[in-house]
C-alpha cells in the first residue's frame, strides 16, 4: 500500500515539475514590475524637470509685473 502512495507522489512531483502553467503568470509579473519600475523612474526625473521650468517661470513673470508696475 505504501509503495502505491510513493509512486503517487512521485508522479505528482513529475508532473509538477513539467507543469509550465504557472510560468506565464511569473513572466508578466515581471514585466509589469519592469513597467513600473520604469515609469517611476521617467516620473521622478520628470518631476525636478517640471520644478525647474516652473521657477524659470515664475522669475521671468516676477520680473515683468515688477516692470510693468514701475
Do not use: H
Amino acid at each position: 500500500m505504501t509503495k502505491f502512495k510513493e509512486l503517487g507522489l512521485m508522479a505528482t512531483a513529475v508532473r509538477f515539475c513539467r507543469d509550465e502553467d504557472g510560468q506565464d503568470l511569473i513572466e508578466y509579473t515581471l514585466l509589469m514590475a519592469f513597467v513600473c519600475l520604469a515609469s517611476a523612474a521617467i516620473f521622478i526625473e520628470g518631476g525636478s524637470n517640471v520644478n525647474q521650468i516652473w521657477s524659470s517661470s515664475n522669475s521671468v513673470l516676477t520680473g515683468a509685473a515688477n516692470t510693468a508696475s514701475s
